[in-house]
């Protein structure tokens, strides 16, 4: 089975428009000279347009196709001299770095979903220079979600919670919120059917295939009847004292 590759309908894999990646880099202050290291960066667009801004850059993801697609969009935007990207476990990198980004991937650093969020927050603590900052793209609850909504959902009602709790959490682990913006409605459609695409493009060449049909049933299931408008995705600028 072959699916065509989500970068080539999306920007991101997340929820999230050019627009609003530009406000968030703009949001890290100067890159200008900065290390930016970016865990579970995908293809790494949002690396790469930090690296485009000044700063050098390192992404870690355990996907190879991804990080091919990544490193090949850094030679034609001539800023593979400045950035590397490697295939590998995210969770076990170790290095410094003057801004680190997580951004929809809290779960590279392992353990059950309900300690995500705070491992993300610890890795930048050990992995953040004094003034570093931390760009933490997260889940919370946009509405409590209903019984018959997390009933078909792969997702605990504990995993998140609200902004405000995920701020909170933040600040309790030594961080200052300089930025918070949310993903739009508009930001999840075209995200949910960019990957509904894939299967809808899929399934016209290939109306037999069972596989994929329940696996693109699942998905719409998930999102008409589970998360559209329930859950949010957050994005928060962090900083650390020098
Ligand atoms: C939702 S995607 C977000 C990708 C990227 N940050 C972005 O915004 O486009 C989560 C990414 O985490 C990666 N990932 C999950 N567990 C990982 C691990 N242990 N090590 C490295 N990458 C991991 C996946 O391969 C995937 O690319």
């Given at each position: ?115 995500h969020t705070v491992n993300a927050l ?66 999840w459609d075209e995200f949910e059917s ?13 109306p037999d295939d069972t596989e994929v ?30």
């Open positions: 089975m072959t699916l065509t590759p989500l970068h080539d309908d999306l920007l991101f894999n997340g929820p999230l428009s050019s627009y609003r990646a530009d406000l968030l880099l703009r949001s890290l202050g100067p890159l200008d000279g900065q290390h930016v290291v970016d865990l579970g960066c995908g293809w790494a667009d949002l690396l790469l347009r930090a690296v485009a801004a000044g700063a050098t850059g390192h992404g870690v993801d355990q996907d190879a196709e991804a990080i091919a697609h990544g490193r090949k969009v850094a030679v034609d935007r001539g800023l593979a001299d400045r950035v590397t990207l490697d295939v590998g476990d995210a969770g076990a990198w170790t290095g410094s770095a003057d801004v680190l980004i997580v951004n929809g991937a809290s779960q590279v650093f392992g353990g059950e979903p309900l300690t610890e890795a930048g603590r050990r992995i953040l220079r004094p003034g570093g900052r931390l760009l933490l793209g997260e889940g919370f609850w946009e509405r409590e979600p209903t019984a018959a909504q997390l009933a078909v959902m792969p997702i605990e009602r504990e995993q998140y919670g609200s902004v405000a709790d995920l701020v909170d959490l933040a600040l309790a682990h030594g961080y200052q919120l300089q930025w918070l913006s949310q993903a739009s409605q508009d930001d960019a990957h509904a695409l894939g299967y809808v493009r899929h399934l016209q060449a290939h049909r329940a696996r693109a049933d699942r998905q719409r299931t998930w999102r008409l009847h589970g998360w559209r408008g329930v859950l949010g995705m957050v994005y928060l600028t962090l900083v650390l004292p020098l």
